[in-house]
């Protein structure tokens, strides 16, 4: 297996390789990628009346960590206690990230004052890397009248450019309500956000503290052992 590895390596390496079948594969892939975010977009779109009341939860986690999936879990569980009424649509960041045209027009038609939107909570209002804080204000420049909520956000931004552009595009929106995780999010966002309102909130996977009994300890083999002594 090491040596089919090893070959695997050595001939995605070759420049020729890299200038032909690897962008011959990317595009392939892309375009895949696209067209099974339209269809995502689309079966949502089908999913909504006129007359619905639409809840958008957006960047929900599609990828294997947990405690994105936690968060992703109790969150669905607190949308479904509290806002029953609305017709939920969630969109990954990877459908919004492929589709991207297609999205902002779809939410562009319900930006309504009645429907609401969420963002999943996490290390996400960042310049770290991933796609989260482009998403997000590309959401928050494209609706004006939608109350947005940021669920717990960490909050994070390295680059000063990247965080003038933060800035301004939130400032420009009135309805967005951004809740910080931590302490030194919180005093983060008085700085960058001063123009929106500003919660100090933590995870919401803290909710679960208390709900759950802890499983007995097994014994071991030595535990075992040593009481038989």
């Known amino acids: 297996m090491s040596k089919l590895y090893s070959i695997r390596k050595k ?3 070759n420049p020729i390789v890299e200038a032909t079948i690897k962008k011959i594969y990317m595009m392939v892939k892309e375009k895949r990628l696209r067209k099974s975010a339209i269809l995502e977009i689309e079966k949502a ?4 009346n006129e007359t619905d009341k639409v ?6 986690p599609t990828h294997p960590n947990m ?3 936690a968060q992703y879990c109790c969150i669905k569980n607190w949308l479904a206690e509290n806002y029953s009424e609305y017709n939920l649509i969630e969109v990954s960041a990877e459908t919004i990230t492929y589709a991207e045209d297609e999205f902002v027009s779809f939410i562009k038609a319900h930006d309504d004052k009645e429907n609401i939107i969420f963002f999943q909570s996490g290390y996400c209002t ?17 609706v004006h009248n939608v109350p947005i ?4 956000q960490t909050i994070m931004y390295k680059n000063k ?6 800035k301004k595009v939130y400032a420009q929106n009135s309805h967005v309500m951004l809740m910080c995780r931590d302490k030194v999010s919180y005093q983060m966002a008085q700085s960058i956000f001063s123009k929106n309102r500003l919660e100090l909130y933590p995870d919401i996977v803290t909710s679960l503290i208390g709900t759950m009994k802890a499983a007995p300890k097994r014994k071991s083999k030595r535990d075992t052992y040593m009481l038989s002594q």
């Open 67 to 69: 405690g994105d999936l």
């Open 149 to 152: 909520v940021m669920l717990p």
């Open 45 to 48: 779109m089908l999913k909504v």
């Open 55 to 60: 809840l958008f939860y957006l960047d929900v």
């Open 126 to 142: 960042q310049d770290l890397g991933g796609s989260h804080d482009y998403i997000h204000k590309l959401i928050v420049k494209s």
């Open 11 to 13: 001939i995605g390496s």
């Open 161 to 166: 450019n990247r965080e003038a552009q933060a």
